[in-house]
């Protein structure tokens, strides 16, 4: 069945590290991917996101990696800072409506 | 910008009551979707609709329905509830389908006691 998931569920780092959250899919005939940031209590916001006839797309100190020989996706934050602490999802597009997410990795930025 | 409107943000109701969910997209999107997010859980899909016809279908319960009306809000009325529907309910909307960004509201809270 359709899938996507994330190795780890916590990451830690310091104020100022980059940080790179990983993501599994399953669903080889996914072609639109989209990495989401949810704070507390709020709705997830979009971040960046990225069409399968690309590999790589940058925005402002975000990156989105997409491997699909091997069906991954990967998130990096560049110089992160407090304000990025939070939940992060990568969900996939199966089609044309609904959009499958992974499970969260909860990301903590220490001052 | 205008973001996607939820209301009510909290909402409280007992096991066998009905409640109805409303969702304001952003200006000029068409297409509206609805999520459901238990506790410490990724959203799962219910239900979406494009230019106010029903256009997916996800695991939302036969108690459930939805729908769009002609200045593209949403509602979402859910009756007979029971206490596994306590979650975070979103709406989210895109300017058309496909590849196309879907932005959320924050939500509404719904527990039932």
């Known amino acids: 069945g359709e899938s996507v998931g994330l190795h780890l569920p916590t990451l830690s780092v310091q104020e100022g590290d980059n940080s790179i959250i990983n993501c599994a899919y399953s669903?080889?005939?996914?072609?639109?991917f989209i990495w989401y940031k949810q704070e507390s209590g709020k709705g997830p916001q979009f971040i960046i996101d990225i069409r399968s006839n690309m590999d790589k797309r940058q925005g402002q100190r975000v990156t989105v990696l997409l491997n699909k020989t091997v069906k991954h996706l990967s998130l990096q934050i560049a110089a992160t800072q407090p304000g990025d602490s939070a939940v992060y999802f990568c969900a996939e597009n199966t089609g044309f409506q609904k959009l499958v997410f992974g499970t969260g990795t909860r990301l903590l930025v220490s001052p | 910008a205008a973001g996607v409107i939820q209301s009510p943000r909290h909402l409280i109701k007992e096991k066998r009551e009905t409640a109805t969910l409303k969702c304001y997209p952003i200006p000029r999107h068409d297409t509206v979707y609805w999520y459901q997010q238990g506790p410490g859980q990724d959203p799962q899909f219910l239900i979406s609709f494009y230019e106010k016809m029903q256009s997916d279908k996800g695991s939302i319960p036969d108690r459930f329905s939805a729908q769009q009306f002609s200045d593209y809000h949403s509602e979402l009325n859910m009756s007979s509830l029971e206490l596994g529907d306590s979650a975070l309910y979103f709406c989210?909307?895109?300017?058309?389908?496909?590849?196309?960004?879907?932005?959320f509201g924050d939500g509404t809270r719904l527990s039932i006691l």
């Open positions: 669903n080889s005939a996914s072609d639109y």
């Open positions: 989210a909307s895109s300017s058309g389908r496909g590849e196309r960004p879907q932005h």
